[in-house]
T-cell receptor
Framework: DQQVKQNSPSLSVQEGRISILNCDYT??????FLWYKKYPAEGPTFLIS?????DKNEDGRFTVFLNKSAKHLSLHIVPSQPGDSAVYFC???????????FGAGTRLTVKP | DGGITQSPKYLFRKEGQNVTLSCEQN?????MYWYRQDPGQGLRLIYY???????QKGDIAEGYSVSREKKESFPLTVTSAQKNPTAFYLC?????????????FGPGTRLTVT
């Protein structure tokens, strides 16, 4: 039962353009969402998060949008850079719970 | 140079054998976690430990066991009772327990059981 879904396994964009990575969830109790980035041969690293009391959180080139009614969040990267090429995982949690639920990941390729 | 180490990177075992995956951290973190990743799926929590000598089952603990005798070490044993042990295993740690504490991940161990 995958409660967090990333339906696009891969995405390719041109350098300088916007990358939009999407994530859908089914559990309406989720109230904290995170994005992780993973390079080959390394563990995932935390990128950005958002609480359900917000609908947008921005950190430099990265912005996460949350649409609670649609149970959808997205990560925008503007402008995209070749170094952003990685696998991006979204994750969700209920309260301050250790049991995060992860999506399967989307592989982003940014072409020079 | 602080971080989390997992060894080995690749591990091969015969069916029916127990195998222990190592996870060490020198970040002085209280909490540690084990996740499993299968193709096309997200990470799933196996076990977590909020403090030394304490650990809790995650979503898919059956067939696994852990110990937390030292703050810096959280080894995971994949027992012969685990029906589908072949997977990629990731260990993580965080300063405190709970989602608000950023989790730092190790590079992972790919276990293949034949």
């Amino acid at each position: 039962d995958q409660q967090v879904k990333q339906n696009s396994p891969s995405l390719s964009v041109q350098e300088g353009r916007i990358s939009i990575l999407n994530c859908d969830y089914t559990n309406s109790m989720f109230d904290y969402f995170l994005w992780y980035k993973k390079y080959p041969a390394e563990g995932p690293t935390f990128l950005i998060s958002i609480s359900s009391i917000k609908d947008k959180n921005e950190d430099g080139r990265f912005t996460v949008f949350l649409n609670k009614s649609a149970k959808h969040l997205s990560l925008h990267i503007v402008p995209s850079q070749p170094g952003d090429s990685a696998v991006y995982f979204c994750a969700a949690s209920v309260g301050n719970n250790n049991d995060m639920r992860f999506g399967a990941g989307t592989r982003l390729t940014v072409k020079p | 140079d602080g971080g989390i180490t997992q060894s080995p990177k690749y591990l091969f075992r015969k069916e029916g054998q127990n195998v222990t995956l190592s996870c060490e951290q020198n970040l002085n973190h209280d909490a540690m976690y084990w996740y499993r990743q299968d193709p096309g799926q997200g990470l799933r929590l196996i076990y977590y430990s909020q403090i030394v000598n304490d650990f809790q089952k995650g979503d898919i603990a059956e067939g696994y066991s852990v110990s937390r005798e030292k703050k810096e070490s959280f080894p995971l044993t994949v027992t012969s009772a685990q029906k589908n042990p072949t997977a990629f295993y990731l260990c993580a740690s965080s300063m405190g327990a709970g989602i608000l504490y950023e989790q730092y991940f190790g590079p992972g161990t790919r276990l293949t059981v034949t």
